[in-house]
C-alpha cells in the first residue's frame, strides 16, 4: 500500500531560495519599502545593504535599555521627534500594529469610551475590543469607485461626536485614519480644531498615520500632518495627541519599524514607554533600530529633496503617458471628494484606470511579468505608490512594460479572426433573420444567438 506522506529532501531552503531569487531580480516595486531600493536612489549617496544587518549580542543596560532609554536610543528618538515636530518620539521594531497597540494603551483609561473610524486597520478594531473599552463606529457616509473607497465627512464626524455628549458622557478618545491606502489624506489638524471649536469635549486622540511619514518633508503635504498641531495645543493644552507610522513604507527602513509620535501633556511619554513594556516584545531587533536611526539621519539630510523628486517622477510618468500615443488607453486623472475641504489628495500616488483594455488585476499580473510589483488594485485602477525608493530607472521600466501591454493587447485584437456568416440565421419565431449573408459573427451576435435558445427558440441557419 502507498503512502500518502510526502517526504522532503531536508538540505532543501525553500524559504529562502525563493526570496534570494526576488531579491536578485531587482524588482521596481511601486508598493511601498523603499530599503529594497537601497544602492539605486537618484538621490542619495551610494548605501550599502550590509548597513541595514547590524546585530549585536550585547544589548540592553550594555548598550541603552530600549523601554526606558537614556543612551544611544534616547539620543536617537530625540533626534527623530525634532524632525517630525513631535514632543516625543519611539522607536517600534514589531510592526505598526504593536505601535497601534501601546498608543492605544498608553492612551486609555478602564471604561473609556471610544469612537473608532471604520476605516482603521486591523489592529485598532482587534486592540480596541480585547481592551474591552466601550466602542462605537465611525460609519464612512462617502463612497466611491462601487464603494471600494470610503471616507468620513467633517459633518458626519463632528455630528457623531456631539450626539454622544448629547446623551451624557461624550468620547473619552477618538481614534482616526489619517491617510487611506489609495492616498487620500485626511487635514487631520483642521479636523481636531473644527471638532474643539464646536464644542467636542474628547481630549485624547489617536491617529494612524501608517503611510504619512513622507508627508512631513513637503510643504504641499506638511500642513495636513498630525504633529502639526502646536497653534491647537497652546488653545488646548490638555489635549493628548498620538500618531503612530510604518515607517518602513515610506521611509529606508527594514520592514517592521515603525514610529510613535506624541504631542501634549507632559504625562504622556512615560504613559506610552509603560504601554511599550507591557506590549512589545523584549527582543527587540537591533538592525531595524539601527535602520530607524539611519532613516533620521537620511530624511534630515535629503528628506525635502526626495519628496519633491518623488513628485517630479510622477510628472514624469504623467507626462509620458499623456504624450505617448501607445498609453493612450490610460488615464491618471483621479481626484475624488473635491467638495470635502478636509479630504486631499497624495501627489505621490497615482490611481491609473486601465480599463480600456483589462481588469487591473490581469494588468498587475502582466506587470511583474516585467519586474514591475503593483500592489493594490481596484477594478480598473492600478495604486502606484511613488516612494522616495523609486528612480528614474523605475519610471522607464514602469513606461516600457505598459507600452508592451499595449501593443500586446492591439496585436490581439488585430489578429482576431472574423467568422462571416455564409447564411441568413433565423430565430423562430418570429422567423426574422438577426444575420444576413456576409455578416460578422462577433461575441455579441453569439450571445444574442445563445440567448434565443436558452428561450426554448428554434435556431436555423439557411
Known sequence: MESNVVRFNQEETPLFDSLKNICQKEIHSFHALPISSAGHSDILPAQRKEDFCLEATITDEAFDNFFFPKGVISKSQKLTAQLYNADNSFYITGGTS??????????????????????CHQSVHFHSQALGANVDYLNSDLTAEDEQIKAWSLDKLTTTALDKQSKGKGYDIIILTAQSYEGLIYDIPGVLSHLLKSGVSTRKFFIDEAWGSLNYF????????VMNIDHIIEQYPDLEVVCTHSAHKSLFCLRQASLIHCKGKSVLPHKIEVAKFRIHTTSPNYPILASLDLAQSCMYQYGAEMALYSRTLVDKFKASVSLDPQLSFLNTDFELFQDQKHILHDPTKVMVNVGKISDASVIKEKLLQHNVFVKRTLNKHLLLNFHIGINELAVNALISALSTIAREFLINQNDVVLNISEKFIIPYPPGVPIVFPGDQINDAVTQKIKTYEEKGLLVIAA
Open 218 to 225: 513637503c510643504d504641499d503635504t506638511h500642513p495636513y500632518t
Open 98 to 119: 504593536v505601535a497601534n497597540q501601546i498608543a492605544i494603551t498608553a492612551l486609555y483609561d478602564k471604561e473609556d469610551h471610544i469612537l473608532v473610524d471604520k476605516n
